[in-house]
């Protein structure tokens, strides 16, 4: 069966220092592949996505995301963590562009340090 | 531009008691719409999909429901709330394709 794993539960990082946050698939074929942040009470807003093309896509808030076929992986990253970006990030994959749903991954919780 | 609504944000319900929560999207027409479930702690659970009024899929027996009576509206409900049913629940739609844009959220609490 498909799934997205997001192997670190959590993540402490201090203001400043870079960031990577990992996101492995099961699927036999290239998904659709999203990061998606939630913020404590509040919907999840879409960071980024990848659908085809350049394997490192770019996003809002300074992220960016690197597709790589061979580790079936799209990690996230950001060269300098803002105390803004604590969060909840979610790691989801579509396997047709006209499929009904995602399938998302348990997320990482970011904590950022002064 | 489009935008997505639930209402109430939060929600404090007795055991046994019914549910209804509301998601209303502007902006567009034809919407495919989904509610999720997010527990303390853990991811989204999927619990109902609609592409179009009338037609709903369930992932999830349980004792919730969704309907969709109007084109851009989708409700959650159940006759008898469980303290299993705590949650936050989240409404996304998406206009035809497949990136999803989710609401704000309704934070129910059974108690």
């Known amino acids: 069966a498909q799934s997205v794993t997001q192997p670190d539960i959590h993540i402490t990082v201090s203001e400043g220092a870079s960031l990577e946050l990992r996101c492995n698939y099961s699927y036999g074929a290239t998904p659709y592949l999203f990061w998606y942040v939630q913020s404590p009470g509040q919907g999840l807003q879409l960071l980024l996505k990848?659908?085809?093309?350049?394997?490192l896509v770019q996003g809002i808030k300074g992220f960016e995301a690197e597709f790589k076929r061979s580790q079936s992986s799209f990690n996230l990253r950001k060269p300098s963590v803002h105390w803004s970006d604590a969060a909840e990030y979610f790691c989801a994959v579509g396997l047709s562009y006209n499929t009904d749903k995602l399938i998302f991954g348990t997320g990482t919780r970011l904590q950022v340090f002064p | 531009s489009q935008t997505i609504h639930q209402w109430p944000a939060t929600l404090v319900q007795p055991v046994g008691s019914p549910l209804s929560l509301e998601c209303t999207v502007e902006g567009t027409s034809n919407p495919n719409l989904y509610w999720y479930r997010q527990a303390a702690g853990r991811g989204l659970q999927l619990l109902f999909y609609?592409?179009?009024?009338?037609?709903i899929s369930s992932e999830v027996p349980q004792n919730l429901s969704a309907s969709r009576p109007q084109d851009r509206q989708f409700i959650l409900s159940s006759k008898k709330l469980l303290l299993s049913d705590s949650g936050f629940y989240l409404c996304?739609?998406?206009?035809?394709?497949?990136?999803?844009?989710f609401g704000p959220g309704t934070r129910l609490t059974v108690t």
């Open positions: 990848y659908f085809s093309g350049d394997t």
């Open positions: 996304a739609w998406t206009p035809g394709g497949i990136e999803q844009y």
């Open positions: 609609s592409v179009g009024i009338g037609q």
